[in-house]
């Protein structure tokens, strides 16, 4: 009796090659179905019924209801009478996000900026180039920044105040509403989310 | 307020570092706590589903053999997964099969908790390859290097053994990173961070345009890619894109997750080492390297780049190419710092067009490779560092030198050479055998001197299993593919074996008592001596790469 427990005990502590392997990959399987399935689709489940627009890509709507974007992904705006966005060199097509990734000293990324200065000039006579914000002429890390800095917004006023006809007074009200504060008054930027600033002056215009 | 915000992020991290210390210690001192109750029974369930009888402590060799051969058989089903993806289910983009060389590479980087990515997210894996392959290898990678940390500290601080490999890994995922990951997960998704399996969303944009929006189960990848520092984005942009970190509160919440159980292991050591003041000056050694190179990288951020600030604008926010709004310059500093620091390589900024000075905080992070560092083994080499510390000092006073009780002597100070060595070797020698071959410089997106630095931090990134890259370099390629692979390999399983080695060796050997001639390592003064070899050993090895790469384009700027 005391032989087999001897035994017993010395099978368990050197289980045979093939057992070992087993153990392991029995322990891959369980993981992977834990980790790889259950928990991805749990999460899916809790997420899309505890919070289902956040879920769901945060869709911005018209006041019609319909769904014009998201509003974490930025837009692309080429009419000079609405809030321009940042330089995005995938021109804020969202199935593919990135940039150039261009190095401080890279020539392209120079001639991309004073490029964008000289357009800049053209478009807004009258604005001191003193006074243009960096992240205007600027490719944002994703190429999807929804957002401008507040200084950014309101150095466009006078233009768009020019080409709609909206007073300038009616612009600055409509940009410091629209402007968010740092998260909990600490982190991050101040900064306007420029899909929800221009939809709110189109909308502002049709009335 | 820069300032002022990334104090605020230190401290919540410098309050939670002894709670989740102690909690770490409690999940793998093996002694009996709470949290068996509320675990204990999961762990059985799954050690009968395996077949896992005996639970008793493995020899080193057994423990890394476990290790490895567990890590060959997630990355096995991981490389067929991913070269049929087109035919399994959840792919409603269509995505096709990944390429050979891509898949290889691809699975060596989940598996090594490297996280480099030479496909984008978007258009190169499908939904299940996401959950099944990413996130999975996410959680396993991450509990593996875990496990074998924990193993380490057994070791040196003179258990009864280094513990059970299957064991460690179980009670990793169950009481660590799952529940940590589903917590994070829903409070990604109150931030904002999409879970859905829909496919791309289609939208009408404000000027008619038509815009496709690329979606997906992101949260659940997100988390798990933080609290396991593994730093692989669900889209290319990685947490640089809004959907990815929505806001400076998801980033807050994303640089704690990837910050938080590096930190606490120093912690975790000195309760096994039954010395908490020796955990304190790791973690105290761990945080003034950061804050310097914080420092920098955030002051040159914020000066910006010269050539672009000559231009005339109003450039008071800093350099802003690359970066998000949201961010701005704090928060982009601190992300960068941490994510090198901690191993992670998840970006919330293009690393790639940082300003040269501020280049050097990521590349000097990787390099060093244990401040806090990734999942375990940043730890693992911080403390090679001390024993050599150690080492240094009894050569000069001519004494044996002794660490927690237990002498070194020339074979463990033989592994640990080559455990620092190896880490320069694979960094340098790639590095300068791309610059000989056409495949290497053809890839070069960035002429110059910033050319230099994007091969480098490519073989950094990989060595020091990061993950992140200068993204301009052109990377998808066989040439980078394999070499790149064979780097983060070596990365991982060469010191990793040798340090579990170390530990056995160290388990074996009878503790010399304290007298009043022993070394002290829980003061100042070994504080400083550990800070002192890191960077005469550490980081004087790479000065000259460093003046070739970032600083000579500084000085083409200035």
Known sequence: ?207 | MGIVQIIAVILILVLLVKPAGTYLYHVFSGEPNRTDRIFGGTERGIYRLIGLKQRGGMSWKKYAVSFIVTNIALVTFSYILLRLQKGLPLNPGGIGNMEETLTFNTVISFITNTNLQHYSGETGVSYFSQMAVMTMLMFTSAASGFSVAVAFVRGITGRSSVGNFFEDFVKAHIRVFIPLALLVTLALVGLHVPQTLKPALEVTTLEGQSQQIAIGPIASLESIKHIGTNGGGFFGANSAHPFENPSPLSNVLEILSMWLLPASLPYMYGKFAKNKRQGWMIFGAMMTLFVVLLGLNYAAESAGNPAVNAMGIDASQGSMEGKEVRFGIAQSALFTTVTTAATTGSVNNMHDTLTPLGSITPLTLMMLNNVFGGKGVGLVNMLMYAILGVFLCGLMVGRTPEFLGRKIEAREMKLIAIAILIHPLIILVPTAAAFLTDLGQGSISNPGFHGMTQVLYEYVSSAANNGSGFEGLADNTSFWNITTGIVMLLGRYVSIIAMLAVAGSLLRKKPVPETIGTFRTDNGLFTGILIGTVLIIGALTFLPVIVLGPIAEYLTLR
């Open chain 1, 1 to 207: 009796m005391a032989n087999s427990n001897k035994e017993t005990a010395e099978e368990q502590q050197s289980p045979s090659k093939a057992a070992y392997i087993f153990t392991i990959i029995r322990l891959s399987a369980v993981f992977i179905v834990l980790c790889g399935i259950i928990y991805p689709l749990a999460s899916t489940a809790l997420a899309q019924v505890l919070m289902p627009s956040q879920a769901n890509g945060s869709l911005l709507k018209n006041s019609a209801g319909q769904v014009v974007g998201s509003t974490l992904i930025g837009q692309n705006f080429t009419d000079q009478a609405l809030f321009q966005s940042r330089v995005s060199s995938i021109e804020y097509k969202a199935e593919a996000s990135g940039s150039n990734n261009y190095g401080p000293s890279n020539p392209d990324m120079l001639q991309r900026t004073s490029d964008s200065i000289t357009q800049w000039k053209l478009d807004n006579p009258g604005v001191p180039v003193s006074e243009l914000p960096i992240d205007l002429v600027t490719n944002s890390g994703s190429g999807l920044d929804p957002h401008i800095t507040p200084a950014a917004a309101i150095v466009q006023i006078p233009r768009i105040s020019n080409l709609s006809g909206i007073p300038p007074e009616t612009l600055t009200a409509l940009v410091s509403e629209y402007t968010e504060g740092r998260d909990l008054g600490l982190f991050g930027e101040k900064r306007v989310n420029v899909l929800k600033l221009n939809l709110a002056l189109t909308e502002l215009k049709a009335k």
